[in-house]
Each structure stands twice: as structure tokens, then as C-alpha cells.
């Protein structure tokens, strides 16, 4: 086990640790923000017929050669086909077809004009431009044709990804779809001074918990399930580790608060070794959340973070992201990198590499007051956290995580 170490060097453990937990069938219509574990093959082509894509005439360019508006090409109409329909005649020489954008270009031609390049007529047209073959032409499987690649395993199944799939003619309730399973997640926030919301008066000594809140909000807003969230526990070591162990019957990944750092309560060091789970690292160098510890039991991981509360929630976008998208096979759970300007002094000092609540907005980055692991409202409303390696002047850059 390694101790103390680089932010990176964590993120490199728990990644390594922790592979996709495999793939489920589901409908198109239960899929939105899901993954494709396999790729998905286009069934017909689309478009599934040559079209216009504008409303004009259809007819052979080559007799358009040499049309203008002073010496235009005359046509006689023969049909008019609208978006839905079909005409079944096959368009010879000297005649034309009006048609309506997404209408089906009929047999024989290979052009279409718009129709302010005409007279509009409607049994003659007079044709004020020469055309080149296949111009204005959208040809049959432009899209995509039958038995490519639809969709590549690992998509995100969005809204376009959806819309394509319809296309298609797979939007349907007897097509499977053969996704990642999105991972499972437990939450155990330990403390002896914590007490749920609903304890009136609050004890003396006591705190009203906010982590677990705090966590399930994250998680429920990065699409994670959370299967269990049990109501607090005391900080000892065997009511702690019989708790993981109810949990793991249940849970893909446990996240943990409290209990991590080096106070004689501080439980999870006695309680992971009664799971035999183990530890790949406790300690990572940054504030806050100094004391993280990562483990595994029997395949699950666990993930220990600190039980201050802008503490926690800093680690979890931290570690518990690039934790969640390793496990989902889903790289963009982790958050993003940006540089920015600051444009609030950061006073602060301290050698180590710190990381601070803000506000990203069109490069610019504005710090609120308030940076105490212990303080949460302050990060209402921010939404990155600001890399600092010490204290910083406004104008510098500095690089964002966006949450």
C-alpha cells in the first residue's frame, strides 16, 4: 500500500482497480444517458431513397446546359410529387417533375433547381440556370446505409443518439439494446456527533449530517443509483464493518464520510481490516480532504472520504467521479479541466496543493467567502473547484474543475 500520495497517483489506483461492471438489455425508450456495450448496425438505409432538399424541379441537368435568364431552358411538367408521396413515372428528356423538399426524386432525373431559379410554372417551366448532375441531390443512404456501424459501443445514448436509433426504425419497444450497467451505489456517513434532521431539539455536542444529503444530490445528479443510504453510525469499528458488509450485498460501490483521519475515533482503520479488505491507499496531498482512503472487499470498491462537508464533497468530484466512470465505462462522469483568470485575491497560504470552491464563467474565475472544510452553504451556487498551490493574486490563471 502507498501512503501520502499525488492526486493522480490515486486517481491511477482507483481506476486501475475498478473495471466496468459488465452490461443489461434494455429498451430505446429506458436508455436515455445510458452506454452501448455493443455496437448497434443500421438495419435499412436512410435516407431510404434519393430526395430533394429543397422545393423546386427535378429533370436530367444535361438539359439545363447553358440556361440562363436571358436564354432559358423550357420544360414541360409531367408530375408533382410531395414530401410522403412518390411518382412513378420515369423522367425523360426535355421534361421535369415539381417537387417539395423531402419529396423522392423521380426516375431519370439527377438534379434539382430551386424554385426562385424558375418561372414556377406549372406546365412549362422555364429553367434560368445550368445545373451539374447530382446537384441539390441528397442520394439514397446518405445518412448511413444498411449494415454499417449505427452506433459505436460506447456511446452515450442522448437525445441525437436517440433520434438516429428512430431513424432507423429501432425506437421500438422489441428492440434491446445491450448497455453498460450503471454502478450501484451505498452511502455511509459515520460520527458519533451526527443526528438526522428530524431530531428536535438538537442534543448538545450534536450536528445535523449534511454529507449524506450532499452525496446523494451528486449522485442522483450524475445518473447513479443509490441503493442504500442507512441513517448514520456510531464510530465503532464492528458496527462500522458489519454495516459495509450489509452494504456490499446491495451496493456496486461505497462511499463512506468520517472516520479517516488519525483521532481515537477515527474507526475505519480497524474496521476495514475486519472485512479483509484492502487498502490501496490512505492520505492523498491536497486540501481538503487530506485523509481519503481507497479499498477494495471482495471486488467492491470503497471509497473513504473525509467527514468535513465541503471536505467530502470536494474528494468525491475528485476521486469518487473518475471512481463512478470506471465502473460505468462512462469517461465523461469525470469532470472536466478549463483554465481560467482569477479575479478574487486567494490570501491563503500552505505548501500544499489546495483546491477551492468558484465560479467559471466565460473564462473568468470568481472565489466566494468562506473556505473552510467545514463550511458548505459558501458553495451554493459555485460551479468548479479552483486548483491553488499557494496564495494567488487576481489575474493569475488557474486550472478548474467543472462540476
Same mark, same amino acid.
Given at each position: 500500500?502507498?501512503?501520502?500520495?499525488?492526486?493522480?497517483?490515486?486517481?491511477?489506483?482507483?481506476? /486501475?482497480?475498478? &473495471?466496468?461492471? @459488465?452490461s443489461?438489455?434494455?429498451?430505446?425508450?429506458? +436508455?436515455?444517458? *445510458? %452506454?452501448?456495450?455493443?455496437?448497434?448496425?443500421?438495419?435499412?438505409?436512410?435516407?431510404?431513397?434519393?430526395?430533394?432538399?429543397?422545393?423546386?424541379?427535378?429533370?436530367?441537368?444535361?438539359d439545363s446546359?447553358?440556361?440562363?435568364?436571358?436564354?432559358?431552358?423550357?420544360?414541360?411538367?409531367?408530375?408533382?410529387?410531395?414530401?410522403?408521396?412518390?411518382?412513378?413515372?420515369?423522367?425523360?428528356?426535355?421534361?421535369?417533375?415539381?417537387?417539395?423538399?423531402?419529396?423522392?426524386?423521380?426516375?431519370?432525373?439527377?438534379?434539382?433547381?430551386?424554385?426562385e431559379?424558375?418561372?414556377?410554372?406549372?406546365e412549362r417551366?422555364?429553367?434560368?440556370?445550368?445545373?451539374?448532375?447530382?446537384?441539390?441531390?441528397?442520394?439514397?443512404?446518405?445518412?448511413?446505409?444498411?449494415?454499417?456501424?449505427l452506433?459505436?459501443?460506447?456511446a452515450?445514448?442522448?437525445g441525437?443518439?436517440? /433520434?438516429?436509433? &428512430?431513424?432507423? @426504425?429501432?425506437?421500438r419497444?422489441?428492440?434491446?439494446? +445491450?448497455?453498460r *450497467? %450503471?454502478?450501484?451505489?451505498?452511502?455511509?456517513?459515520?460520527?458519533?456527533?451526527?443526528v438526522?434532521?428530524?431530531?428536535?431539539?438538537?442534543?448538545?455536542?450534536?450536528?445535523?449530517?449534511?454529507?449524506?444529503?450532499?452525496?446523494?444530490g451528486?449522485?442522483?445528479?450524475?445518473?447513479?443509483?443509490?441503493?442504500?443510504?442507512?441513517?448514520?453510525?456510531?464510530?465503532?469499528?464492528e458496527?462500522?464493518?458489519?454495516?459495509?458488509?450489509?452494504?456490499a450485498?446491495?451496493?456496486?460501490?461505497?462511499?463512506?464520510?468520517?472516520?479517516?483521519?488519525?483521532?481515537?475515533?477515527?474507526a475505519?482503520?480497524?474496521?476495514l481490516?475486519?472485512?479483509?479488505a484492502?487498502?490501496?491507499?490512505?492520505?492523498?496531498?491536497?486540501?481538503?480532504?487530506?485523509?481519503?482512503?481507497?479499498?477494495?472487499?471482495?471486488?467492491?470498491?470503497i471509497?473513504?472520504?473525509?467527514?468535513?462537508?465541503?471536505?467530502?464533497s470536494?474528494?468525491?468530484?475528485?476521486?469518487?467521479?473518475?471512481l463512478?466512470?470506471?465502473?460505468?465505462?462512462?469517461?465523461?462522469?469525470?469532470p472536466?479541466?478549463?483554465?481560467?483568470?482569477?479575479?478574487?485575491?486567494?490570501?491563503?497560504?500552505?505548501?500544499?496543493?489546495?483546491?477551492v470552491?468558484?465560479?467559471?464563467?466565460?473564462?473568468?474565475?470568481?472565489?466566494?467567502?468562506?473556505?473552510?472544510?467545514?463550511?458548505l452553504?459558501?458553495?451554493?451556487?459555485?460551479?468548479?473547484?479552483?486548483?491553488?498551490?499557494?496564495?494567488?493574486?487576481?489575474?493569475?490563471?488557474?486550472?478548474?474543475?467543472?462540476?
Open positions: 500500500m502507498e501512503e501520502s500520495i499525488s492526486l493522480e497517483r490515486a486517481v491511477e489506483l482507483i481506476t /486501475g482497480s475498478a &473495471a466496468p461492471l @459488465g443489461e438489455e434494455i429498451t430505446p425508450s429506458d +436508455s436515455l444517458g *445510458r %452506454v452501448l456495450a455493443r455496437d448497434v448496425f443500421a438495419p435499412i438505409d436512410q435516407p431510404p431513397f434519393s430526395r430533394s432538399p429543397l422545393d423546386g424541379y427535378a429533370f436530367r441537368a444535361a446546359a447553358g440556361a440562363s435568364q436571358d436564354t432559358p431552358a423550357v420544360l414541360t411538367v409531367v408530375d408533382t410529387v410531395f414530401a410522403g408521396g412518390w411518382c412513378g413515372k420515369t423522367v425523360g428528356p426535355g421534361q421535369a417533375v415539381r417537387i417539395m423538399t423531402g419529396a423522392p426524386i423521380p426516375q431519370g432525373c439527377d438534379c434539382v433547381i430551386r424554385q431559379d424558375t418561372n414556377q410554372g406549372a417551366v422555364e429553367i434560368y440556370q445550368s445545373l451539374r448532375p447530382f446537384e441539390n441531390y441528397c442520394h439514397r443512404g446518405e445518412d448511413f446505409k444498411r449494415g454499417e456501424i452506433l459505436s459501443a460506447g452515450v445514448l442522448d441525437t443518439a436517440l /433520434g438516429v436509433l &428512430a431513424s432507423a @426504425g429501432l425506437f419497444d422489441d428492440v434491446e439494446l +445491450s448497455v *450497467r %450503471v454502478p450501484r451505489a451505498a452511502l455511509l456517513c459515520t460520527g458519533d456527533e451526527l438526522e434532521n428530524h431530531v428536535r431539539p438538537l442534543p448538545p455536542g450534536k450536528i445535523y449530517s449534511s454529507n449524506r444529503a450532499c452525496l446523494w451528486r449522485l442522483t445528479a450524475l445518473g447513479i443509483p443509490v441503493v442504500s443510504a442507512p441513517t448514520g453510525c456510531a464510530d465503532e469499528p458496527e462500522i464493518a458489519a454495516a459495509l458488509r450489509e452494504l450485498e446491495v451496493a456496486d460501490v461505497i462511499i463512506t464520510t468520517g472516520g479517516v483521519s488519525v483521532g481515537a475515533r477515527d475505519f482503520h480497524q474496521a481490516p475486519l472485512l479483509g484492502e487498502r490501496l491507499f490512505w492520505r492523498v496531498r491536497c486540501k481538503p480532504g487530506t485523509p481519503a482512503m481507497y479499498a477494495v472487499c471482495r471486488g467492491k470498491p471509497l473513504c472520504l473525509s467527514g468535513n462537508p465541503f471536505a467530502a470536494a474528494t468525491f468530484e475528485l476521486l469518487g467521479r473518475p463512478l466512470a470506471a465502473l460505468a465505462g462512462r469517461p465523461s462522469l469525470c472536466l479541466k478549463a483554465v481560467g483568470t482569477l479575479e478574487t485575491d486567494f490570501p491563503k497560504g500552505g505548501g500544499m496543493r489546495r483546491f470552491r468558484g465560479c467559471f464563467r466565460e473564462g473568468r474565475v470568481a472565489l466566494p467567502q468562506g473556505h473552510s472544510p467545514g463550511q452553504r459558501s458553495a451554493v451556487g459555485t460551479n468548479c473547484l479552483v486548483e491553488l498551490n499557494g496564495p494567488a493574486q487576481a489575474g493569475e490563471r488557474v486550472t478548474v474543475y467543472i462540476l
